[in-house]
C-alpha cells in the first residue's frame, strides 16, 4: 500500500480506513449477491413463488433505493462515522433475526431493514473516501480499489453461500453477512475518522416522502404485472401514478431551500451522463444474477455450491476491470471507457440471450467474463466523474446519487427482467393444458415450484405421476430458458442505448476543480466547504 504514496496525515492511517471502507462494501454488496444464490433453497423451504423471490431480492434494494439519499444527507450532517458505525450495527441485527424466518412475509421484512442499513452504510463509505483521498491521483487509485471490493463481493458471496447451503440450513447465509458486519464494525471504529458538512441543513421530509412513494409504487407495480397484465387498468394506472409522484418529488427539490437532492447537479452532463450509466449498468447486472443462479440450479441442476463457483467469471472480471477502469479513463478519457464498457454489457447480453438447457458452460463463462468487464470498466470510472463534479463538503450527497442510482438501476432490473421472464415463463404453461390441475397450479409460481411438484407427482402417483411430471418438468424448463433469454434482451437494449448516450453526452475527461467551486457557489447552503473533525 505504500508504494501506492498513502501516508498517515493528522492522525489518519490511509490505508487502515481504505480496508474498513472496503471491509463495509463488502457487508452491504454480499448481504445482497448471497441471498441470490438462495433463492431455489428459499422454494423448497419456505415454499416462496417467483413473487416471493422477487420481493426478499427487491426489499433490500427498494429500501437501499429509497432512503440513501436521505442517508448521505444525514450522514453530512451529523457525522459519517457515526452512521457508518449506526448502519453495521442494524445490517448485524438484521442479518442474524432474518436468518430465522419462518415464512417468505417475514424475511421480506429483515431483508428491507438490511436495505435500510445499506443505504446508511454505502454512502458514507464513498463520501468518507472523498474526504480521505482528496488528491485526484490517489482519489482514483482509491475508487478502484473500493470498486474492486464490489467484485470480490460477487465472487465470495456465491461460493460461500453455496458452501453453506449445502452443509446447513438457508438461514446460515445470513450468519455469516452478520458475523463480516460484527467485524466491520470493529475495525471501522478503531480506524475510520469523522468528517460532516458544517452546514447542517435540515433534512427534506416532503422530497424522502415523495421519492419513496414514487420508488416504491413503481416497483411494486412492475412486480405485480405479471399477475394483473401488463397491460391491465391497475398496471398503467400504478405507472401513471409513480410518473405523477416523481414528477412532483422534481418540483418540490427545485423548489426546496435545502433539497433532499440537489437536481442541479443533473445539469451537468458529466453528472448526468454518469449517473445513466451507472444505472443501465447495474439494471443489467442485477436481473442477470436473479436469473442465473435459478438458471444454474433449476435447469443445470448444479448444487448451491457448485452454482456459486460457476458465477467467479463475472466476479473476477470485475474485480479486475474495476482497477483497470479508472486508470484507463485517466488516460484516454471517460467518455470511451465507460461506453466500452456498456458495448462489452451489450454483447454479453446478446450472446447470453442465444443460451439453452444443454449449452456448455464454458460458452457461459465467456458471457459472464464480457459482463463483468463491462461492470468494472463502466461504474469504478463513472463513479469517479460523479464524485468529481461534487465539492467535499456534499460528497454525501454525491455519493448518495451514485448509490441511488446505482440501487435504483438494481431493483429495476430485477423487477423488469425478473417480471419479464416469468410472463414469459408462465406463457410456456400453456402447453401443460392435459396435464392435472394439482401439477400446474403450483408451477406458475416459479420453476423451482414447478420441479417440486414434478418430484411428487413422480413418488406419490407411481409412473402416470412420474411421466406427467417430467413432461411438466420439461415445460417448465423450457419456459423458464426462453423467459432468461427474453430478460437478457431486454438487458442488452438498456445497455445499447445508454453506450450511444454516454457517447453523445458523456464529456471525454473530467472537469476542473472550477465545475465543484461554480456548483457549490450556486447551492443554497450558506457555508461551501466541509472540514474533517
Known sequence: MQSLGWSTERGTNKVAVLVSLCAAVFVVNISTTIVNIALPSLVTELGASTRDLLWIVDAFNLAFAALVLAAGSLSDRFGRRRFLLMGLAVSLIASIAGAWSSNPDVLIAWRALAGVAAAVVYPVTLSILTNVFTERSERVKAIGIWGAATGISVAVGPVVGGALLESFWWGSILLFVGAAAAVTLVVAFRFIPDSRDPST?????????????????????????????????????????????????????????????????????????????????FFALFGFIFLVTQYFQSVRDYGALETGIRMLPVAGSIAVASLVGPRLAVRVGSKLIVALGLVSLSLAFGWAATVGSETSYLVIAGQMIFLGVGIGLTSAPATEAIMGVVPPDKAGMGSAVNDATRELGGTLGVAVIGSVAL???????????????????????????????????????????????????????????????????????????????????????????????????????TDPVGTPT
Request: with cysteine; charged share 15%; proline share 5%.
Open 423 to 525: 410472463s414469459v415463463y408462465r406463457d410456456h404453461l400453456d402447453a401443460t393444458a392435459g396435464l392435472p390441475e394439482r401439477l400446474v397450479d403450483p408451477a406458475r409460481d416459479s420453476v423451482g415450484a414447478a420441479l417440486e411438484a414434478s418430484r411428487v407427482a413422480a413418488s406419490q402417483f407411481g409412473e402416470v405421476g412420474a411421466r406427467a411430471g417430467a413432461q411438466l418438468a420439461e415445460i417448465a424448463r423450457s419456459g423458464f430458458v426462453d423467459g432468461f433469454a427474453t430478460g437478457c434482451i431486454v438487458a442488452g437494449a438498456v445497455t445499447a442505448v445508454a453506450a450511444v448516450l454516454t457517447l453523445i453526452y458523456l464529456p471525454a475527461h473530467p472537469g476542473t476543480d472550477s465545475e465543484k467551486s461554480e456548483h457549490s457557489e450556486g447551492a443554497p447552503t
Open 201 to 281: 441543513p435540515p433534512l427534506d421530509l416532503i422530497g424522502l416522502g415523495l421519492s419513496t412513494l414514487a420508488l416504491g409504487l413503481l416497483v411494486y407495480t412492475i412486480i405485480e404485472a405479471p399477475d394483473r397484465g401488463w397491460s391491465s387498468t391497475a398496471t398503467i394506472i400504478g405507472f401513471i401514478a409513480a410518473a405523477a409522484l416523481l414528477t412532483l418529488f422534481v418540483l418540490q427539490e427545485i423548489r426546496a431551500t435545502h433539497p433532499m437532492l440537489d437536481v442541479r447537479l443533473f445539469a451537468n452532463l458529466r453528472f448526468t451522463a454518469a449517473s445513466g450509466a451507472v444505472t443501465a449498468a
